[in-house]
């Protein structure tokens, strides 16, 4: 499940709700994910992912595609994940 955004008025504030997991960095694209906790836990999770440009703002990348798995003793285990956009463009 992904968390709906809650934003501000400036390209900082309009982040969403959760500590900060973890970031990636894309060319000049920097990606976010943020939990409630600021963890990720074994069962379901809520969390969020942000994209933003080099000078901090949001950024629309179009469909996104994710999936999640989970490291095994032998083997993996998959599990999809269910993608909803919020209304504030580069948050999901």
Not at 80 to 90: E, F, I, M, P, S
């Amino acid at each position: 499940m992904w968390r709906r955004a809650h934003h501000g008025d400036g390209p900082e504030s309009a982040t969403t709700a959760g500590q900060v997991v973890q970031r990636l960095r894309s060319g000049d694209l920097q990606i976010v994910l943020r939990s409630p906790t600021g963890t990720l836990h074994q069962g379901r999770n809520t969390f969020s992912f942000e994209f933003r440009a080099a000078d901090g703002r949001l950024v629309d990348v179009g469909t996104v595609r994710a999936s999640g798995n989970m490291p095994m003793p032998g083997m993996v285990m998959s599990s999809g994940l269910q993608l909803l956009r919020t209304v504030v463009a580069g948050s999901l």
